[in-house]
Every structure is written in C-alpha cells, then in structure tokens.
C-alpha cells in the first residue's frame, strides 16, 4: 500500500458532532472509537476498524462503533485519556504506550524477552493476568481487553551496520514500552515516536535507527526507503499485543448480553490479527529483499547478550517499584514465563527445530 494513501486520510464529521453525548435510544448506543494509528494502517489500523465493525455486527447494531483514527479527536497517545475521562466510549492501541501511568501496564504488551503471541493471551486468560489488567486499568476508569497481536518483532531499520554492542552506544533509537528501557541501558537515546513520524526522523537522520512492528506495516511507512539494513530478532519485543480499552461507566451501563458481545468481539479477534500479521509479513518481506534491496541481517551474538542482560536488570528493577500491584503484575508474569517456557522447550520450540533440521526453515 502507498504511505501516502492513508497518511492522507483525514476521515469526515466535525469534531463537535462527534463529541456530542452518546446516544441511547431504544436500547441503541453509539460509541466512538479513537484509535493510536492512521486511518487504515496496514496491521493495527485495520485491525481497529474490524473490531469497530465486528462490535457493530454482533450486537446486531445496539452498539454502533464509529471509529476516529490518531489526530481526528484526539491524538494517537492520548486516547487512554479520552477514554478515560468519557470523551470516547472506547480505543484501540498498545499498552506499551501507557508508561507513564504505570510501568506496571507496560507487561500487559510486550516484554523483552517475553511472552510470544500465544503465551501472551495465555497469561491473561489461564494464568491470572486479566484481574490483574483489570485491576491496573480500574484505576483510571477503564475495563481492558485484548484483541489482537503483532507476533515477533522487528529488532529495527539501521542506517549503518552493527557490528557489536559498542556500535549501538549513542544511537537515536524509536522504540516504545520497557524495549525503551534495555535500549537506554545499553546507551541508546531511546525516542518515543508515531509510526509516521519515525519515518521523518530517520530521512532527516534524527534518528539513526528504529523499529516499529515488522515487515508488513513498516512496508506500508516506507522505512526501506530511507534505511536497508533491517535486523532481527526482535527481542525488544517478542511479540505485542493491541488493546481495547472501553470507558468502565461505559461498560457497566451495558446490558450483560452486550457486555458479552464487547468480550468476545476482542478475544474473538486475537488469533485472526496475529495470525494475518504472520502471513503478510512473511510476504512484505519476500517482496523488501527482491524488490527493495533491503538486507536482512542477524543482530550479532554479543548485541543478543548485552540485551538479555540489559532486560533483565530492567525486569528485577520493576520487581522492586513502590507499587505492590506492579509487585504482583510483575511476579505473576515472571512465574508464567518460566512454567511455559520451560515447556516450551520440549513442544513449540522442539517442533521447530526439528522442522528447520530437515526441511531448512
């Protein structure tokens, strides 16, 4: 898809009509949507529409999900606090976005040297996350759910190659959540940036380097065009899960059967976003190497190590925040990760690696 397609897209209606009250009439409501993402993005984009759709649908139209993409109402970081507050009724986004509220919040997206896509959604649905979740987002009016997930990530677009840990010293670096963290640990600048805006800072060399999800949407933002050296694996972020967040007076006013129609259109959601963001990077990046010239590298061993390192002093520093929720959030996820990566071993990752001594992939 051409950037420029949905970076242009502005959407329609005024801001003033859609801020208006929500309308219940005849057991009818009408709830907007702000999202993080331009209209449309390839991945989480369109991902905030089908779930603004699929609420619409399975409610048999009682709910209708009008969707306002990042800088229509409000801008894409601040849609927790428009939900928060009631501006809109719900978002959709990361919650490697939401910091600076908590770091305990930061868990509920993605770890270094976390969770994959299915541990992730394990954790919250078999292994005590969602009261968690629940609990943290209470405390700002919010009732969360997940509803998607971008798998692996990218470890980042690199204007120079990075021959060693010592090469990323001093590197402008865009990255989000606790990855910002390791990155700073290992003597990055660590930048908070839009997807859209990473694009400018690297064609300007405001940055040297960033990453934002993986081949299929940062095709679509053009990063190739301004940096080719494309590394991976990303462990800043070993998968990230979306997030729907829903004003909690919002969501307590439903009825139970729509409370359950907003539940499952999330958890309904997971598996065909994750598993979409599979198949078209798989794709994208098949199309980046022999169409674009870009080359896929492998992060050198002792870059991995210096991270792995760096992500750990980042976890045991969560372990001791003030915050006995943070506390409980952050052992509940280091217990889960050991219980099934250990596992791990023997299923998923024994399977693969079988798969890729015989057949090479």
């Excluded at 462990?235 to 004003?247: H, K, L, M, Q, R």
Aim: with cysteine; net charge negative; hydrophobic share 40%.
């Amino acid at each position: 898809m051409d950037r420029r397609k949905f970076l242009a897209s502005a959407g329609v209606g005024t801001a003033a009509a859609a801020l208006a009250s929500p309308a219940i009439a005849q057991d009818k409501r009408q709830w907007k949507m702000v999202t993080a993402w331009p209209k449309n993005l390839p991945g989480p984009g369109v991902a905030a529409q089908t779930l603004a759709d699929r609420i619409t649908t399975l409610s048999g139209g009682r709910i209708e999900v009008r969707l306002f993409p990042a800088g229509e109402l409000v801008p894409g970081r601040g849609v927790f606090d428009a939900v928060s507050e009631g501006t809109a009724e719900l978002y959709h986004a990361v919650p490697a976005y939401w910091g600076s509220k908590s770091k305990g919040i930061l868990l509920f997206g993605s770890q270094p040297f976390g969770l994959r896509a299915d541990e992730q959604f394990g954790w919250l649905y078999h292994g005590g996350g969602q009261a968690l979740y629940d609990e943290m987002y209470g405390r700002f009016g919010i009732k969360p759910f997940l509803c998607g997930n971008s798998g692996p990530q990218w470890g980042g677009w690199f204007r120079n190659d990075i021959n060693s840990a010592e090469d990323l010293k001093g590197l402008k670096f865009r990255t989000t959540g606790l990855a910002s963290e390791m990155a700073s640990k290992l003597g990055m600048a660590a930048e908070a940036m839009s997807g859209p805006a990473m694009f400018q800072a690297l064609q300007t060399g405001a940055l040297d380097a960033g990453e934002f999800i993986g081949p299929w949407t940062d095709s679509a933002l053009g990063y190739h065009q301004v940096a080719k050296n494309y590394y991976w694996p990303g462990v800043g972020e070993p998968s990230s899960a979306e997030e729907c967040g829903i004003n909690a007076a919002a969501y307590a006013e439903l009825p139970d059967d729509l409370k359950q129609v907003v539940s499952l259109a999330c958890e309904s959601l997971y598996n065909p976003v994750w598993t979409e963001y599979t198949t078209k990077h798989a794709a994208a990046l098949k199309k980046l190497v022999a169409d674009e010239g870009v080359q896929v590298k492998m992060l050198p061993e002792d870059v991995i190590t210096a991270m792995g390192k760096a992500a750990a002093e980042v976890i045991d520093e969560l372990r001791q925040d003030d915050d006995d929720l943070v506390k409980r959030i952050v052992e509940s996820f280091i217990a889960y990760r050991e219980s099934v990566g250990r596992y791990m071993v023997y299923a998923d990752n024994g399977q693969m690696n079988a798969r890729a001594t015989v057949m090479g992939y």
